[in-house]
């Protein structure tokens, strides 16, 4: 009989410095975008990352994987290179990339979905505030 | 190369009055089905609706679309015409209608959806109490 | 030696319906100092109460006092007679008072305060919204 | 006209004390696998269950299912069982089974599927803490 | 008889940039007091504001104070000054002040404590993330 | 002038094994007093504790004192020694004492302010759940 599939999800945060800002258009063309949250001194926020892995129950552990080894990979791998940062100016991963959390989303599954093999990595959802929030399966 | 599909998602709130009551039926099989939420005195909730679209990121915004816009249609759209409401007395889109969660995101859908074109609308969830929420995709 | 002094808190949850409304006064000042609270056909909340008494720990039970006995009082007493009901029409307790925050908090301190006895009723916190909220400590 | 599909959702509580440990392996191994989590002496947590099911729109009670009959249910079959109860040694739907998050939630569908039908139930979502959750969905 | 004595409070949210930084001290002395959070091309957070107000309920409104009014006036006086700004440059309440949650609490209440007047401001409470706050009453 | 006084907290977690019981009693007079919270099978909480220490702002920092410090001094003196433990069992600061949250929350007390001097310990603040929390302020 083949293992029941469980998704598992950690949840992670850190807090960071941004511009919504597209360098590709002129500063007018950007103040009409992207508003308030174009300001050229910043603005930031309390992000939550959910990371949500898929796959069968290992009849060993009882796990899908040990999210304490997830959290370890993500904190390496993502969190430590946002956390108290500036996403437009200091994070390697989105280097060239206008911080909006669709793009931030996708950039930091392109770093971790390598990285947690071969574990299958099956959503990213990001929050940005209590309001807003993204989600990325890799599509 | 095609551009990542990502998901995005905005929660509003409104305050309202109902009763859960079918006029084709009795009042005794009203209260007999539905008990203390039939109460003819109306009882009401915060509730919290949460919008999600899905599209590919446009690569000059880095958007899949303004959750601002979003945001300014679904008050015009639904929010001022429910928020401190009777959801069986005032509300034009749920007129006739049983004010049941199920109800009421189905009526919602079917007002956001066009409205919100040609953006993608994905998923509505509507949570009536920090216990109960219900989700509907258009299906 | 005095036994320590410790305030212990339990919540409890109500779904009503209301009006702000001043029977005293004339529909059109009604409707200028509440607006859209004053709406003649009710809207609603999902409200939260913290009930917090005080007093020396029990050295036999280690308790300040059972808090499954003040959540059956408080529900004997507040929640069954308010949960979904109508606050303008329904609840004894609040029978013309115009049903705010503020005068609902204090009506309920004048039920509860002397159900509650011998145990020292300290604060009553009513949550309307997740960003309302009223205190009263019997002053 | 068919009616329109939707998907309900319940949540539930419940506090338990449990152990990561898989009785056929040694000591020493439960330990390097499971940690802190392996403590002999046990640990627990709040629980939160997620109770989805998906049906269509009943046209005479609006509903898809009533919830408050969900809710008896689960109370009944899991909650009653699971609350204030230790997973390794006195629940019997977990007899034998290491009690991880994934096998607890496989385990529970087991028991709440046949019992909630014919209602479809179409996912269990658990929390053990506010950071970590698993998801089933029968498959 | 005198009114009974309420404490009101209404929750407002901002999101900013800062950097804590005392420019009287060197970059070391700063870096080493300060560690990430002095990091020069800044972070930010998503702040939670909670203004509390106390006196009587007035007999005519039933309120202690219209928190409408209230809101409005905390958005006009602090909110939009500091939503999506940077609180080390943009900020003229917080001209020359490190910007702490500790020197932003007591900068606030400067502004608001006379901009609420006759009703009287009893504590201000600014949550930096979910996992810190810093209250102030005036002393 | 005198600095302001200011108040602040820090938010941690710990989960942890339980049962209400007084070993000067009888079995039949606990299960009589604390019912299923007296399990001799155990149950267990994710509990939260907030720490609050009050005094001026130290004009150099902005700070009434660091709150990593303070995690830090709590997570050595009080958490780690919690944290997926059992607490009738292996916790030394409460060797002997019936663990319900009053008598845990005074018992950490008596760990932290020593620990957290000169700094002033003002309030501890114990969550067993979402709908239970004690408060201790040393008196």
Redesign the interface.
């Known amino acids: 009989m083949s293992m029941?599939?469980?998704?598992?999800?950690?949840?992670?945060?850190f807090?960071?410095?941004?511009r919504?800002h597209?360098p590709a258009?002129s500063d007018e063309e950007n103040a009409r975008?992207?508003?308030?949250?174009n300001?050229r001194?910043?603005?930031?926020?309390?992000y939550v990352l959910e990371v949500s892995l898929r796959g069968p129950?290992d009849p060993?552990?009882?796990?899908?994987i040990?999210?304490?080894r997830v959290r370890d990979i993500v904190e390496r791998e993502v969190i430590e290179k946002t956390?108290?940062?500036?996403l437009n100016?200091?994070v390697d991963y989105l280097a060239g990339?206008?911080?909006?959390?669709?793009?931030i989303?996708?950039a930091m599954w392109r770093v971790l979905e390598p990285s947690l093999r071969p574990a299958q990595l099956q959503r990213l959802r990001l929050w940005e505030?209590?309001?807003?929030?993204?989600?990325?399966d890799g599509?």
């Open positions: 029941p599939m469980v998704t598992v999800t950690r949840r992670l945060r807090n960071a410095a941004h919504v597209n258009l975008l992207f508003g308030k949250c300001n001194n910043w603005h930031g926020h309390n129950i060993v552990t009882g796990y899908v040990d999210l304490g956390d108290h940062r500036n100016l200091e990339i206008n911080p909006t959390s669709e793009n989303v996708v505030t209590e309001n807003n929030y993204v989600e990325y599509e």
